[in-house]
């Protein structure tokens, strides 16, 4: 397929970089050589830097510069394209002059998308003469990390272009949410919005100081980043222009900070100073300020777009994880907190009138996990998968779990609580047929969890206590570790004490660049106490086992994989896509034989070698009695890939 990119700038190269690695022919057009050449020196390093990370190889990221030409020509880009994806600036009046441009040089067959994160498409459609063949396609930066792409129906996109959309998102790899109606902001920007709107004006009008705000929503509420700290890397004025295209009333600080050109991390000042690195925030500067303040704005964006069909709940809060790192989906979130909690939240909302579903869904009792209906059905579970500490996500078409430590005020720490409710879910999901790999990691940045909560060892002095919660933890982390499906601990920053010894549990360990790990027990005076001595032991031996437990060392990512610790590191902005293609990978699994392969492998140090080879040799038996099994040998003379079913 030939692809037309028009922009070489920050996204444009992204995705003519994205399209070659997947085989496609690209020209990259622009205006200015100079704004080509930085174009194509930015593409080169990704390739470098894909080949040194052997996410490539050196002959294949040759192929794919060779499969990019850059040219000034416009009518030379379009030639013989299948697509044009538009790629410059958020400005509705220069995309529809581009468009008018496009739509006069291209041949008639090609379909022309937008690459915007808000502006409507209907608007650029109807200066072309072929609106029924333009659509909308927001890839999200940086493109080639970044799993998800909207494809975005305008009024006139037909079904065939609509078609044609998802099935070259996905053949790029990307998960692919369709937004059925062209309203403004999409899915993604629009549920957004709330979240730096709502922040700038209680700042703005009531004086809550920005760190105070940025710390309730990342250690509380699980974001990643807070508001602000995220408005710094977005880019000031990307938000100013943003809030100008829309209409919306600019908040004075936006505009100050706009027209003293403090951008943001970029300029190295925004709405903070990035002079001595990242916001130094900690988990009790938001300590009282309540994150739903934020939270049921957003949610009330999201209950909007359902009511206006623009997409189901579940392809909403798709769209929010993969785009945003929303916290489990603004909807399913809606769920676990009551929706009759969200409208309280929402009543004498200055700014804000409260969605008419969300009153309809409260006069009904649908008011989520507690009704057991809200915008999910979840009366199949029994209440069984309501928790306090932690979040559960699962993604129907990929078949992968993924269970949140949320308690990232606390670092994600370890509690009594927390190891009940982590028993209980495993026991839902081992019985969820659905259900063929589970991702486990942690809320917020910082931590995948920091260890065992002190505060369980508050009397320090009744040691039938400490050996109590010792051994409560040894049971869950034993029922991790023989839970029959895969499981992949997510290491997105410390993994310390008991932390460590909960990722030693699952069967691989993906890390962060950021991630810090460590058996750090003999630093308080103790031992490990969750089997962290003895699985240390058969990971790394004896003699590397005893530096760690014995030094209480603390190790970087690439320390740790270095040891054989960890499967593999990721850089920060890779880590949640590559955690997800690593799962993905394994749910494609035949779900028996992986079931078998792992109870052979977890016991295979426990037992002698003729009673090994003879457990090996019975459950090679039982797989071959399985529907798997001709599926497999099937798709392999057919040359496809299998679809197990795990019968």
């Not at 990242?278 to 009330?300: C, H, Q, S, V, Y």
């Amino acid at each position: 397929m030939k692809i037309a990119v028009i922009g070489a700038g920050e996204m444009g190269h992204g995705i003519a970089e994205l399209a070659a690695l997947r085989g496609h022919d690209v020209s990259m057009r622009d205006i200015k050589q100079e704004y080509l050449d930085r174009g194509m020196e930015r593409l080169r390093w990704s390739l470098d830097k894909l080949v040194e990370k052997a996410q490539v190889t050196r002959p294949e990221a040759d192929a794919a510069l060779a499969r990019i030409a850059p040219t000034l020509d416009l009518r030379e880009a379009l030639h013989n394209a299948d697509f044009a994806i538009e790629a410059v600036f958020e400005d509705i009046e220069l995309k529809k002059r581009i468009f008018r441009e496009l739509d006069e040089a291209s041949p008639d067959k090609t379909i022309l998308a937008s690459n915007t994160s808000a502006l409507p498409i209907t608007s650029m459609a109807m200066v072309t003469k072929r609106p029924q063949k333009v659509v909308g396609m927001h890839f999200f930066n940086p493109p080639m990390l970044m799993p998800l792409v909207e494809v975005i129906r305008a009024d006139t996109t037909s079904d065939a272009t609509l078609q044609a959309s998802v099935d070259l998102a996905k053949a790029l790899g990307k998960t692919v949410v369709v937004v059925r109606k062209d309203v403004p902001g999409f899915i993604t920007t629009r549920v957004l919005g709330p979240y730096f709107e709502e922040a700038a004006w209680i700042h703005e009008q009531e004086g809550v100081p920005i760190e105070r705000i940025d710390a309730a929503m990342r250690f509380r509420a699980g974001f990643p980043m807070g508001p602000f700290e995220l408005a710094d890397q977005v880019g000031v004025d990307v938000l100013h222009h943003l809030i100008v295209n829309a209409g919306q009333p600019e908040p004075a600080r936006v505009r100050t900070l706009f027209e003293a050109k403090k951008y943001g991390r970029k300029a190295g000042e925004g709405f903070y100073s990035y002079k001595e690195g990242r916001p130094k925030l900690t988990p009790d500067m938001g300590a009282d300020f309540d994150p739903i303040r934020i939270l049921a704005p957003m949610i009330n964006e999201a209950a909007a777009l359902v009511a206006m069909g623009v997409a189901p709940p579940e392809d909403i809060d798709e769209a929010m994880r993969l785009g945003t790192a929303f916290p489990k989906g603004p909807l399913g979130l809606a769920d676990d907190i009551g929706i009759d909690a969200v409208v309280a939240a929402l009543r004498g909302h200055k700014r804000r009138r409260t969605e008419k579903l969300l009153e309809e869904m409260v006069g009904r009792g649908d008011i989520g996990i507690k009704s057991g209906k809200g915008f999910y059905d979840h009366r199949g579970s029994g209440g069984a998968m309501t928790f306090e500490t932690l979040l559960l996500s699962k993604d129907a078409a990929s078949h992968v779990a993924t269970l949140t430590l949320n308690r990232p005020d606390r670092l994600n720490t370890l509690s009594p609580e927390l190891l009940d409710e982590l028993e209980r879910a495993l026991g839902e999901l081992e019985r969820d047929d659905g259900v063929r790999a589970l991702v486990i990691t942690g809320a917020g940045d910082r931590a995948f969890s920091a260890g065992a909560d002190l505060t369980a060892f508050s009397d320090i002095t009744k040691a039938f206590k400490v050996w109590r919660f010792s051994r409560r933890a040894e049971e869950v982390m034993n029922r991790v570790a023989n839970f029959p499906k895969p499981t992949v601990a997510a290491l997105n920053g410390y993994a310390f004490g008991g932390g460590l010894e909960l990722a030693l549990a699952c069967d691989f360990r993906i890390a962060a660049k950021r991630a810090k790990l460590g058996q750090t027990e003999i630093n308080l005076g103790l031992v490990p106490g969750a089997g962290g001595s003895q699985r240390l032991l058969r990971v790394l031996g004896q003699a590397k086992a005893k530096e760690l437990v014995m030094l209480g060392s603390r190790l970087t990512a690439d320390e740790a994989h270095a040891l054989g610790l960890l499967t593999k590191v990721a850089e920060n902005e890779a880590f949640p896509t590559e955690v997800r293609a690593f799962a993905e990978r394994l749910a494609k699994g035949p779900p028996l034989a992986l079931q078998l392969a792992k109870a052979l492998l977890n016991r295979a140090a426990e037992a002698p070698l003729d009673v090994a080879l003879d457990m090996e040799a019975l459950a090679f038996g039982i797989v071959t009695s399985s529907d798997d099994i001709y599926e497999g040998i099937q798709a392999f003379m057919e040359k496809r890939e299998p679809k197990f079913k795990g019968e």
